[in-house]
């Protein structure tokens, strides 16, 4: 599957962004699919995963509660909308596909995903 994300950009902190992550293939509902980011000089952190079906979300504490994850399966489409937006929020978000059963654990280390979009920047002013 390749993946696409976007939506990225420069917001004030407070702000909102919807960060998108377009998927190719007839396969799409077969994956766990999650976002990361990662920092300048830092290691990429996991954000938050949905499972195939939507009907399980997992987040990094940091975001719990203000980054809602969801997903289109009929248009291969994962999303992660982002609301009270820090400064420490700043980052190049990553969208990641794990081909999982449908019953298995969401995924939180970057090991376990299989493919991976381009990224995509956000920018946070204080």
């Known amino acids: 599957v390749q993946l696409q994300a976007s939506g990225g950009g420069l917001v004030q902190a407070g702000g909102s962004l919807r960060l998108s992550c377009a998927a190719s293939g007839r396969a799409f509902s077969r994956y766990h699919m999650g976002w990361f980011r990662q920092a300048p000089g830092k290691e990429r952190e996991f954000v938050a995963a949905?499972?195939?079906?939507?009907?399980?979300?997992t987040y990094e504490d940091s975001v719990k509660g203000r980054f809602p994850i969801s997903r289109d399966n009929a248009k291969n489409a994962v999303y992660l909308q982002m609301n009270s937006l820090k400064p420490e929020d700043a980052a190049t978000y990553y969208c990641?596909?794990?081909?999982?059963?449908?019953?298995?654990?969401?995924?939180?280390?970057?090991?376990?995903?299989?493919?991976w979009g381009q990224g995509t920047l956000v920018t946070v002013s204080s």
């Open positions: 990641a596909a794990d081909w999982a059963i449908s019953s298995a654990p969401l995924a939180d280390t970057t090991s376990q995903y299989d493919y």
């Open positions: 949905i499972s195939r079906s939507g009907g399980r979300t």
